[in-house]
């Protein structure tokens, strides 16, 4: 009973600290976006790249500066990772093989930091803070560009123009990501979290052997790791790990940076399109999902049977004794529903309902709240089909923010929902069909397949929590994955910025009696309806055979 009260207080604890920074932060965010001037350092940056910030895009350029951008983050990771053995910092590490250098550059890039390797056995400082770190501030940035860019598209009119790609990156790196992170940092260090370029040492063990390890850091890493919803660790073990996460009270505020931008940029969007109540409608959808899918969770791990578990007060296998099940499941449904993917537990050890709640959470498209931007512009598409779907229930054309929802707009929607589910279940099925997964596979029968599931589940929506139990590292699952983190990431931000483009492009629909008031509670109820059918029907027959099968046995 004690544990469970615990995990109450901590949900209650998080949804205070979330709302009382959720009208500063996005509001803040609303005028870096919207601001015309620029800093000085800004400037540097801007002629030493060759940009003119001042200049309007439309979605075509807009596009390519983030494809440009993300293809140059791709390279450099991909080299640095390369010619590790040669860099100072390497800590003796040899240079990383051409495949996972591949997976790594591409996970990190595309904001899913999804990892086949042992970070503290692979990678050296250079690479950590120099590629890792960096890609961390930028990829996140990237997300936000895109879903300022959409916002723009529904507040503008006539047209076209969606702002400068470099100037949203920028702006969104220095003035939002880094002052966040340093003061995220700065507690983590304060609460004993790493923060050194310590070599590798000798630390001696209870049995009187020893273990090796080495220092970092760690607690910037840490910091924007979960700020940006990015979700690599430091260490192999993630934030189960005491030198990333030492203390409950850590663990508290790393699910905080975790969810604290994906809320706050619902009163971003509700500032810049003129209208805060819609944001809030926004907003309540996501959290009533990740309510939803919290208590779901709690229910599912402390709802335990037998004696044993009963003794442990909960499903205590896979988790921290320093967290609990409470701290534990409520961190799992914060980086499943976000697109952090960072874990503080081995999600492949929850019980068979609990992991198929992590996965349901990212088969949902991480839209509640989703990832940092990602989930703004996820959610903002779904919003687009539950209009849709409404204007077809009493024969009148959709609107959504005085901007007409037509045969275009309803192409680009679908094509960006049909993206992911399509690369998620054509890899897991493509794996499963060949000789190399099952040897993989540490586990058998319906947990195997939901192993594969996880993986691919998490590559292609840029999550990055891996369920355990399966070795990923083959240059089967190292190559898979990371064409579908690439087309999972890219592709929809094709279809958003289009879709952008042709709002921003329409002229605004003035309301009428007819008019479907998208900032009431119904239609947000219809959101969340919408939403959890559209994944229901999707995916439903994957989990049958997996989390569900599991689960019901």
């Known amino acids: 009973m004690g544990s469970v009260l615990a995990g109450v207080l901590q949900l209650l604890a998080l949804i205070g600290a979330l709302a009382l920074v959720h009208a500063p932060a996005g509001g803040y ?125 529904f507040a503008r009119s006539r047209s076209g123009e969606l702002g400068n790609f470099w100037a949203d990156l920028v702006r969104g790196t220095l003035r939002v990501l880094v002052p966040a992170a340093v003061l995220g940092a700065l507690i983590l260090v304060a609460c004993g979290a790493v923060q050194n370029f310590s070599g590798i040492h000798e630390v001696g063990q209870f049995m009187g052997s020893t273990q090796q390890w080495n220092g970092g850091a760690v607690a910037s890493q840490e910091a924007i790791k979960e700020l940006g919803t990015n979700g690599g660790g430091y260490f192999n073990a993630n934030s189960a790990h005491p030198f990333e996460n030492p203390t409950p009270f850590t663990n508290w505020f790393e699910i905080f940076l975790i969810l604290v931008i994906p809320f706050s940029l619902t009163r971003t969007f509700g500032l810049m399109v003129g209208s805060v109540r819609q944001g809030y409608a926004i907003l309540a959808t996501m959290a009533t999902i990740w309510l939803g899918f919290t208590a779901l969770m709690m229910a599912a791990e ?59 959470g990212m088969m949902l498209g991480e839209i509640a709240p989703g990832g940092t931007g990602s989930g703004l512009y996820g959610m903002l598409i779904m919003a687009v089909i ?100 690439l087309l999972g990431r890219f592709l929809p931000m094709v279809f958003v910025l289009a879709l952008a483009g042709s709002l921003a492009a329409q002229r605004p629909v003035p309301e009428s009696a007819g008019t479907l008031r998208t900032e009431k509670p119904l239609f947000a109820g219809l959101l969340v309806g919408a939403i959890l059918i559209i994944t229901g029907l999707t995916y439903f027959p994957a989990l049958a055979l997996g989390p569900l099968a599991e689960g019901l046995a």
């Open 302 to 360: 402390f709802g335990h049977h037998g004696p044993a578990l009963q003794a442990a007060g909960g499903a205590m296998e896979g988790k921290e004794v320093r967290f609990g099940v409470g701290g534990s499941a409520l961190f799992a449904v914060s980086t499943t529903l976000t697109s952090t993917g960072a874990v503080d537990s081995f999600h492949s050890s929850f019980t068979g309902l609990g992991g198929g709640v992590t996965m349901l």
């Open 29 to 153: 965010m609303a005028k870096v976006y919207s601001s015309r001037r620029h800093l000085r350092v800004e400037r540097w940056i801007y002629r030493a790249i060759g940009a003119d910030p001042d200049t309007e895009m439309r979605w075509p350029a807009y596009l390519r500066g983030v494809l440009a951008f993300s293809l140059a983050g791709v390279l450099f990771l991909y080299l640095l990772q390369r010619l590790q053995g040669v860099l100072p910092g390497s800590l003796g590490f040899s240079s990383v093989n051409p495949a996972q250098s591949f997976n790594t550059a591409v996970s990190f890039v595309t904001n899913t930091n999804w990892q086949s390797y042992y970070g503290e056995q692979t990678m050296g400082h250079v690479v950590q803070t120099a590629g890792l770190a960096v890609q961390n501030f930028v990829s996140a940035a990237v997300g936000m560009a895109v879903a300022v860019a959409l916002v723009r598209g």
């Open 386 to 485: 539950a209009v849709f779907l409404a204007g077809l229930m009493v024969g009148r054309t959709p609107e959504y923010l005085g901007k007409k929802i037509g045969a275009r707009e309803m192409k680009l929607a679908a094509c960006y929902i049909l993206v992911t589910p399509a690369l998620v279940l054509v890899f897991t099925a493509a794996s499963l069909a060949l000789p190399t997964p099952p040897h993989s596979m540490l586990n058998p029968g319906a947990h195997g397949f939901s192993e594969v599931l996880y993986a691919f589940t998490s590559a292609a929506n840029n999550n990055g929590s891996a369920f355990a139990g399966l070795n990923a590292n083959t240059d089967w699952f190292n190559t898979t994955t990371g064409l579908a983190m």
